[in-house]
């Protein structure tokens, strides 16, 4: 069932007729510093392509229960939202919206959605982010801290508040 997080945006589960504009999807997160300096085009485009398989392949054998939803502006997709609902967390996956969708606060009101989901179990939501992610702000303005930094990434995290427990 869709669900709005503003006006226009929705959300649906995605589909193997998704799968060219997932890969679509990671491509335009490449920044020129980590695109593959030297190469042509075509071998860019394979590349990335072989990344992305390596990604998907990585989070269905860790996360095989995660949601994958497509993030919809009418009829066009325009991002993606991977949620993995574990027992002891709501782990970010991977939220990632087209570079003209960015910085219009869809990605504010799916985070204030997923807290909300967070409150609502009385679970911390969960993300790693590349060191150097510009996402790091928005989630530091959701309330997320640092946790550790792992590698390549921050661990950041989002408890909910403290409240009565009901038994």
């Given at each position: ?61 860790q ?55 967070g ?49």
């Amino acid at each position: 069932m869709p669900s709005r997080t503003s006006r226009s945006i929705e959300m649906r589960p995605a589909e193997a007729g998704d799968l060219a504009f997932m890969q679509q999807l990671y491509s335009s997160t490449r920044s020129a510093e980590v695109r593959m300096g030297g190469c042509d085009l075509a071998t860019e485009t394979l590349l990335q392509g072989l990344q992305f398989k390596a990604q998907q392949t990585w989070y269905e054998t860790q996360y095989p229960n995660a949601d994958l939803a497509v993030i919809m502006d009418r009829e066009r997709p325009v991002g993606r939202l991977f949620v993995d609902y574990g027992p002891g967390e709501l782990r970010i996956l991977d939220i990632c919206l087209l570079p003209e969708y960015r910085n219009r606060g869809i990605g504010l009101g799916l985070l204030r959605s997923l807290q909300a989901q967070g409150e609502r179990l009385r679970l911390p939501v969960r993300v790693n982010l590349a060191l150097g992610s510009p996402a790091q702000h928005l989630f530091v303005r959701c309330g997320f801290e640092l946790l550790a930094v792992d590698g390549m990434y921050n661990l950041m995290e989002w408890l909910p508040p403290a409240g009565i427990d009901p038994d």
